[in-house]
């Protein structure tokens, strides 16, 4: 049973992370449109309404407050996407297909108002060598890691074209993803999203 002071401490610390997930949620949605570098204690302060000592106290800097954001919207993505995909049946196309799937609808319901939070952030970051941009690429490295061994995963099932290469067709679904939300976004295209399905279909036929 928790002491005193640990029961105090406890219910000191709830209101603290309450605040920090508020803000975090708030600094990865206006991301997606101001960029990583619109980000400020300032500009967070402004959209929650909490006074920025507040918002300093919770991360302290601006770089702090971006890798936290990224740390945030990785969190998102794996709830949107990658869970629901892996949680059901073994690995293989099955769960490759749930993927892009789930990566498509992600982009279609614009859990982000500026689409995949990593697309935007590598294009901002991509050459700017640091702590963020170092975040950003590991994370997008974790995402076509596992693109790469469900594909790997099919190939030893016998579920994709004889002599598939499973790199090549991983390659080919990431770049067909993260194509379809640059277009999405950019050119407000509706239809985008239905072309990207018919392109994974067909990348994935035997």
């Known amino acids: ?7 105090s401490s406890r219910r000191t610390r709830a209101p603290g992370e309450r ?6 949620e708030q600094s990865a949605q206006l991301a997606t449109v101001e ?3 619109g980000l ?24 702090e407050l ?4 990224v740390d945030a919207a990785r969190t998102s993505f794996v709830a949107e996407v990658v869970a629901p995909a892996l949680s059901g049946g073994d690995p293989g196309l099955g769960r490759l297909r749930a993927l892009c799937e789930g990566y498509l609808s992600y982009v ?3 859990v982000f108002p500026g689409g995949c939070f990593f697309v935007a952030a590598a294009a901002e970051v991509g050459a700017r060598p640091g702590r963020v941009h170092d975040r950003v690429a590991g994370y997008q490295q974790e995402w076509r890691a596992l693109l ?4 790997e995963a099919a190939r030893e099932a016998g579920e994709l074209q004889a002599g598939a290469d499973p790199a090549q067709v991983a390659f080919e679904l990431g770049a067909i993803l993260a194509g379809t939300n640059i277009v999405s976004v950019l050119h407000d295209d509706a239809d ?15």
């Open 19 to 24: 605040s920090r997930a508020r803000i975090l």
């Open 192 to 206: 985008a999203v239905r072309r990207a399905r018919v392109a994974v279909d067909e990348r994935l036929a035997r």
């Open 66 to 69: 971006q890798l936290a954001t």
């Open 148 to 151: 790469r061994a469900e594909a």
């Open 1 to 7: 049973m928790a002491g005193p002071d640990e029961t």
């Open 35 to 37: 960029g990583l570098e």
């Open 40 to 63: 400020s204690i300032g500009r967070l302060a402004e959209a929650t309404g909490m006074p920025k000592s507040s918002v300093y106290v919770l991360f302290g800097s601006k770089e």
């Open 108 to 110: 279609e319901r614009r």
